[in-house]
């Protein structure tokens, strides 16, 4: 695995990464994210229609939380995940804990973590932890690590002895990947931890560079453990010790502004939980990104004019994050990207979710029938949204590049930003119920 950079703007990196997957035919371009999935599926989606979307990231990730529990049935089937779970040709990523689900704090010690399964609580020792992975059988995975240390008031000898931990749990892990066969060819991330202490971050980094590692996770700079301003600080230190050659994948951020703040610190990879969290809230993705014409529509095949974006100006900002130690109350809170489609206004909206779009949903349905689904709490409601969602999202990092590209990044930074706020009145949406 290698990152090719071609250009940095602005601290942004823009490049590929090459050689991903037991025989490196695979290749990812930067910045840019990871399909989500739980169990290796996409929520709310088959793989057929999953793979109706064009542009899919080579990239699945994979989280233990969902695998732990059939740790048994895995080293039975003896063929890994990807057969397993019938995926398609897919570099896959293992992650240690869901993105998208809040873990209760306090079930960590200096020789376990935990993960949370439909079943409980399943308690992780390094041995047990890379058995699962040797069970898996993904292409890369992130090292065990203690990562609670986001939550306000961690005292800084609780940050150090996590950054300790992890330092430990990477040395034993890569100790035992080695020595397992079927891990070889199989590239592992280290972990940066350090809550929101500067000292700790920069000493976590720049061990973790040390060992022979893959790449690096960057953890407990989620949405909901800090503000924007102190999230760049510490990542645009930390990136100062971590080698250009290695990508950086940033854990829990997925907002569109906060993507685009970490970008320009220097993030190359993103976990794409947001269109799963933005779809279980029943709305559906509308900001604005394009720049000339539709990056969707490059992606469908299908030719349409440039988007446009027509915001209900009443959906205000919402989805503050200052500081909250609850993870799962910022995530149930409305974003200004999207709208509430079971708000009584959609009711005899004939237009498609945005206009221009080339998604399946959007070429096909109008915003008052996903209202009728999601007032009638039809399953079909969520697998429109997801498609739609997971489509918007994608073509946003296609953007994205794409203005890197083409030197525009200001150009889209303030169509992504100031087009979902213009006008706004400043009412609450996440708190409308319609």
């Known amino acids: 695995m290698k990152l090719e950079l071609s250009m940095v703007v602005q601290g942004c990196r823009l490049g590929v990464l090459t050689g991903?997957?037991?025989?490196?035919?695979?290749?990812?371009?930067?910045?840019?994210?990871?399909?989500y999935t739980r169990c290796g599926t996409v929520p709310h989606l088959t793989q057929d229609t999953l793979h109706t979307l064009n542009n899919l990231p080579s990239v699945t990730q994979l989280t233990?939380?969902?695998?732990?529990?059939?740790?048994?049935?895995?080293?039975?089937?003896?063929?890994?995940?990807?057969?397993?779970?019938?995926?398609?040709?897919?570099?896959l990523y293992c992650s240690l804990h869901d993105p998208a689900t809040s873990c209760p704090p306090g079930h960590i010690t200096n020789k376990t973590v935990s993960v949370w399964g439909s079943g409980g609580r399943i308690e992780l020792t390094v041995a047990k932890f890379m058995a699962l992975q040797k069970a898996v059988q993904?292409?890369?995975?992130?090292?065990?690590?203690?990562?609670?240390?986001?939550?306000?008031?961690?005292?800084?000898?609780?940050?150090?002895?996590?950054?300790?931990?992890?330092?430990?749990?990477?040395?034993?892990?890569?100790?035992?990947?080695?020595?397992?066969?079927?891990l070889s060819g199989v590239e592992v991330l280290g972990v940066v931890e350090g809550g929101d202490v500067l000292e700790e971050r920069v000493r976590s980094a720049r061990e973790t560079a040390k060992r022979p590692v893959g790449g690096f996770c960057l953890d407990g700079l989620h949405t909901a453990a800090m503000e924007t301003d102190l999230r760049t600080k510490l990542i645009t230190a930390v990136i100062k010790e971590l080698p250009e050659d290695k990508p950086r994948l940033l854990q829990g951020v997925g907002r569109?502004?906060?993507?685009?703040?970490?970008?320009?610190?220097?993030?190359?990879?993103?976990?794409?939980?947001?269109?799963?969290?933005?779809?279980?809230?029943?709305?559906?993705?509308?900001?604005?990104?394009?720049?000339?014409?539709?990056p969707e529509?490059?992606?469908?095949?299908?030719?349409?004019?440039?988007?446009?974006?027509?915001?209900?100006?009443?959906?205000?900002?919402?989805?503050?994050?200052?500081?909250?130690?609850n993870p799962q109350e910022d995530q149930t809170k409305m974003t200004p990207f999207e709208i509430n489609?079971?708000?009584?206004?959609?009711?005899?909206?004939?237009?498609?979710?945005?206009?221009?779009?080339?998604?399946?949903?959007?070429?096909?349905?109008q915003r008052a029938y996903l209202h009728h689904l999601l007032v009638t709490n039809e399953l079909l409601a969520g697998v429109l949204l997801m498609l739609h969602n997971t489509a918007h999202?994608?073509?946003f990092f296609t953007a994205l590049r794409g203005a890197l590209a083409s030197d525009k990044l200001d150009h889209l930074k303030k169509r992504v930003l100031e087009g979902p706020g213009k006008g706004m009145s400043g009412e609450g949406a996440g708190e409308r119920d319609g």
């Not at 991903?20 to 399909?35: D, F, I, K, N, T």
């Not at 220097?266 to 779809?279: A, K």
């Open 64 to 91: 233990l939380n969902t695998l732990a529990e059939h740790q048994e049935v895995l080293e039975e089937f003896k063929q890994g995940v990807r057969k397993f779970a019938g995926l398609h040709d897919t570099v």
């Open 20 to 35: 991903l997957g037991r025989a490196g035919q695979h290749s990812l371009e930067v910045p840019g994210c990871l399909l």
């Open 341 to 365: 489609l079971k708000d009584k206004r959609y009711r005899e909206d004939f237009s498609p979710l945005v206009e221009g779009c080339g998604c399946y949903c959007c070429r096909n349905h």
């Open 256 to 294: 569109p502004d906060e993507v685009l703040a970490c970008v320009e610190a220097g993030v190359d990879l993103f976990e794409s939980f947001f269109p799963f969290q933005v779809t279980e809230r029943g709305c559906a993705l509308t900001f604005p990104f394009n720049i000339t014409t539709d």
């Open 138 to 182: 993904p292409d890369l995975y992130q090292s065990m690590a203690d990562g609670e240390t986001w939550q306000i008031n961690t005292s800084r000898k609780r940050v150090r002895k996590s950054v300790d931990r992890t330092l430990a749990h990477l040395d034993e892990c890569l100790l035992l990947h080695h020595k397992t066969q079927e």
């Open 393 to 395: 999202y994608y073509a």
């Open 297 to 325: 529509a490059a992606g469908t095949g299908v030719q349409v004019p440039p988007t446009v974006v027509e915001l209900d100006k009443s959906e205000a900002a919402i989805g503050q994050k200052n500081g909250t130690d």
